[in-house]
């Protein structure tokens, strides 16, 4: 008998607006999020811009000594995880605990705070040997990543499986697709799933500076996130949280809760080519695509939208539009395929939840996100990408995908609520 | 992928060990067997004025001796010794990669660190210089994916990759999401778990846990069990391994060293090792029920052994609660006594011994400990023989994971 799994709530925290409410107001306006960079000072740098988030977690209902103890990534899946309890109404105190999981992605976890620390602690860089009596007595918070998710863990009271996932760019996509499999293998009836990153500090801007992953659009932000358009040139680094409940079919329909979509399928492959090359056919993308519709029992041609990686660099938007007409064949030019990496820019580990979260907006909202900034078709990117504005459709199964650095390949699937398996 | 296929079993049929006490599974398991302790003073550069003074660090590892150097340019400690410790476990395991389905092999680490030397490095070139002068490679070697990705491109494993970055129990997560993955359908994954955490900023990044052991005498300074346990000891290191289809690996004729039979995690907080005792019995029990295993026939237990008295304890009485009486009798040993703990590397260390200890019925002692004040039979001073069938390894994390693995020698 095989157990289906429900989304019932959603959290957000993104660049442009914290909320679900907000955060899907900035994507149905098809506005952008990214601007000249404000947490550091960013000169000297190839690219100074980012989406950054203007996130007060004092209004978010976190108090000071867990503001205190807890890193900025931390702090978003704090606030996105309890806004996602409350959309859920689940009543926390009343569920088994030993059956709540929790499963969260981070790419570069506490670095932020690590490289603020280390600066105090090296002299700023003058010395190898570091003087440990400068060093922040929660330091070991930032340098374990399982901070992330023991933390979201403490707040919502779980002692089932508590994982945090780290598969770079895909983290996101694959920390819900284990929670997803948690679920659906009976070890856990509950699960609090999703990402967050918050990368925006010099040692993140800096690496991709050197390989030039990220934009040089540095007079133009608003503009700066350009994915499958022809004149992109690179990526808008972002950071934010996005936390999902999923949630056994059956107990959710028990308790009486909304089942916004269904978790259909999800898979992830290593392309085994390069740690942060792509090939140009795709093939380990479309791989993963194809097992995660077999694992829905959805046929590619039942795809109604694909919520794309997109990043922008000319790269990645070639290898994923390949990938995509490799699995959906001519069913590809005929469905609707969108960044919000456009709006919202790419926070590493946490956007593939974000993007997620977005596509379960879009299945209760009927509304397909727009790329905004997209003009100028590019003929190596030659597929239906929404430009810049929002479109209404009736979304029976999305498709999520995500690309990332280390050659992981993932995809999920969603389905509409109470569609039979 | 697909939900779990009825039928399909997973087997360990490879063992890569690099560990403080060993390069190689045999002069591991010999230092092992012999209860030899290696816990010795830090001697990595910058560490000298650090108030951490005693850990466990690989020694007898040439890096370049084991990995190409396109390979060692780009990655750090951590996945060198990733890389070295999958090769072991491959040539072990003698898999013909030619014959596998292309996307036949994955691939799962656990890290708990990260590339912390290559980090702290780039970082003092972009404090200390400026931001051109941060490397290319540095994007891809501290973060915590940098093995999985490594290993999977290095070896051509186009399989399900993933990666948990975890504490010390996810070293055991690891292994069971290997274990799920072929349950899935996937025929082969390498999977373990490798730390290098003894760069001089992530050694200061480890002093605030409070559990941390800052004595300054090799022999007394980890203690697990005794009545003198001040904490743990850090340590780098760890194990992969070659986990397969039982089916697949019977039929290519493989030496099947171990079935992993059953596994199951709980979370009961950061530090709260009064909680944990239920936790760990928890997850013990679920451990015991996927593998279909009676509390009786656990033949050895692999102690997490955190070297904290009130930590201790919660083990023994998890121990208790989950096993019954038989916690009386069975044998309970913690060789990391002699190397130290390698976060998520520490219970793939644990694994390998424990794999081991079946093949040779033999229990490796816990080195450096002569004193017991908890009520169980901790095998300490020398190797005992026994007829071993089932082992269980357990584990706990700093940041409040805890996880029950149970392995079974194959029939």
């Known amino acids: 008998m095989t157990r289906r799994v429900a989304v019932t709530g959603v959290g957000i925290v993104a660049p442009g607006g914290i909320g679900a409410p907000a955060f899907w107001e900035l994507l149905t306006a098809g506005r952008t999020a990214t601007r000249g960079i404000t947490l550091f000072d960013p000169a000297g740098f190839r690219s100074r811009i980012a989406a950054e988030c203007d996130f007060d977690p004092a209004a978010c209902g976190l108090d000071e000594a867990l503001v205190a103890r807890s890193d900025r990534y931390v702090q978003f899946a704090l606030a996105a995880a309890d806004e996602a309890v409350r959309h859920a109404g689940l009543d926390l105190a009343a569920l088994d605990p030993w059956r709540l999981a929790v499963s969260l992605g981070t790419a570069v976890g506490g670095t932020t705070r690590l490289e603020h620390d280390y600066t105090a602690v090296s002299g700023r860089g003058a010395h190898w ?5 400068r060093a922040d007595p929660h330091l070991h918070r930032a340098f374990s990543p399982s901070t992330l998710a023991s933390a979201v863990a403490e707040r919502v009271g779980a002692r089932g499986p508590v994982q945090t996932v780290s598969t770079g760019c895909t983290s996101g996509l694959d920390a819900i697709g284990y929670g997803f499999q948690a679920i659906e293998d009976g070890r856990a009836d509950l699960c609090v799933a999703g990402a967050a990153d918050s990368p925006i500090s010099p040692i993140t801007v800096a690496c991709f500076d050197a390989i030039h992953a990220t934009s040089e659009r540095n007079d133009d932000p608003a503009h700066a996130s350009r994915p499958f358009d022809a004149d992109r040139d690179g990526f808008v680094l972002g950071e934010g949280g996005a936390v999902l409940i999923l949630e056994e079919l059956g107990h959710a329909r028990r308790r009486g809760a909304q089942v916004l979509c269904e978790i259909g399928g999800f898979a992830t492959f290593g392309n085994a080519y390069h740690m942060t090359g792509l090939t140009q056919e795709g093939r380990e993308m479309s791989e993963a695509i194809d097992r995660a519709l077999a694992h829905a029992r959805v046929d590619g041609s039942e795809i109604d939208y694909v919520n794309a990686h997109g990043s ?36 590493l580990g946490a956007i593939g939840a974000i993007e997620l979260a977005a596509c379960v907006l879009a299945m209760v909202h009927h509304v397909v996100p727009p790329t905004a900034n997209y003009e100028t078709p590019d003929p190596e990117c030659d597929l239906d990408y929404v430009p810049r504005e929002a479109r209404p459709a009736r979304l029976r199964n999305v498709l999520s995908v995500g690309s990332g650095f280390g050659g992981f390949q993932s995809a999920v699937v969603l389905k509409r609520a109470g569609v039979a398996a | 992928m697909t939900a779990i296929l009825p039928g399909r079993r997973a087997v360990l049929t490879g063992i890569g060990v690099i560990a403080p006490n060993g390069v190689g ?17 830090v001697t990595r550069e910058g560490c000298e004025q650090l108030p951490l003074k005693v850990a466990g660090q690989v020694s007898g590892f040439d890096a370049e001796e084991a990995v190409e150097g396109r390979y060692l340019v780009q990655t750090d400690r951590f996945t060198h010794y990733a890389m070295a410790a999958a090769d072991l476990a491959l040539e072990d395991a003698r898999l013909d990669r030619e014959g596998q389905p292309p996307f036949g092999i994955g691939v799962v680490t656990a890290a708990g660190s990260g590339g912390g030397e290559f980090g702290q490095r780039e970082l003092q070139q972009l404090w200390g210089q400026g931001p051109q002068f941060v490397g290319p490679y540095q994007s891809i070697a501290w973060f915590y994916a940098a093995s999985t990705g490594q290993i999977s491109i290095r070896g051509g494993f186009k399989g399900p990759c993933a990666v948990v970055a975890s504490d010390e129990a996810g070293g055991l997560d690891a292994l069971a999401h290997a274990v799920r993955t072929v349950r899935r359908g996937t025929d082969t994954v390498v999977v373990g778990a490798a730390e290098a955490p003894l760069a001089p900023y992530s050694v200061v990044c480890q002093l605030g846990y409070p559990e941390l052991s800052l004595a300054t005498d090799p022999e007394r300074a980890y203690l697990p069990f005794s009545p003198k346990a001040s904490g743990f000891v850090p340590a780098e290191g760890g194990a992969m391994f070659v986990v397969e289809d039982e089916s697949c690996a019977r039929q290519r004729g493989a ?17 709260a090792w009064a909680a944990s005792r239920a936790g760990l019995a928890h997850a013990i029990r679920g451990a015991l029920e996927e593998a279909r295993c009676a509390p009786d026939e656990i033949d050895v237990v692999f102690a997490d052994a955190l070297g904290l008295p009130e930590a201790d304890r919660a083990e023994v009485l998890a121990l208790a609660d989950a096993l019954g009486e038989h916690a009386e009798f069975v044998p309970v040993t913690a060789p990391k006594a002699g190397t130290g703990r390698a976060y998520c590397g520490a219970p793939m260390i644990d694994t390998a011994a424990a794999v081991l200890a079946m093949e040779q019925s033999l229990i490796p002692p816990t080195p450096n400990v002569t004193e017991i004040c908890h009520d169980l039979d901790l095998v300490t001073g020398h190797a005992r023989a026994a007829e071993l069938r089932t082992a269980l390894v357990l584990s706990r994390g700093l940041m409040g994971s805890n996880a029950a693995l149970v392995l079974r020698r194959p029939y």
Do not use: C
Request: charged share 25%; aromatic share 6%; glycine share 10%.
């Open chain 2, 255 to 271: 030496r099947i060293r171990a079935e992993l039979a059953g596994h199951a995690a709980t979370f009961t907080g950061p530090s």
């Open chain 1, 312 to 347: 922008g660099t000319k790269q990645n938007d070639r290898h994923e539009t390949a990938a995509v007409k490799r699995s959906l064949g001519s069913h590809a030019y005929a469905t609707p395929m969108s960044s919000i990496k456009s709006m919202v820019g790419h926070s």
């Open chain 2, 25 to 41: 599974a045999d002069d591991f398991w010999k230092a092992t067997r012999e209860g030899r302790s290696v816990l010795g003073p």
């Open chain 1, 129 to 133: 040997a570091v003087d440990h009596r």
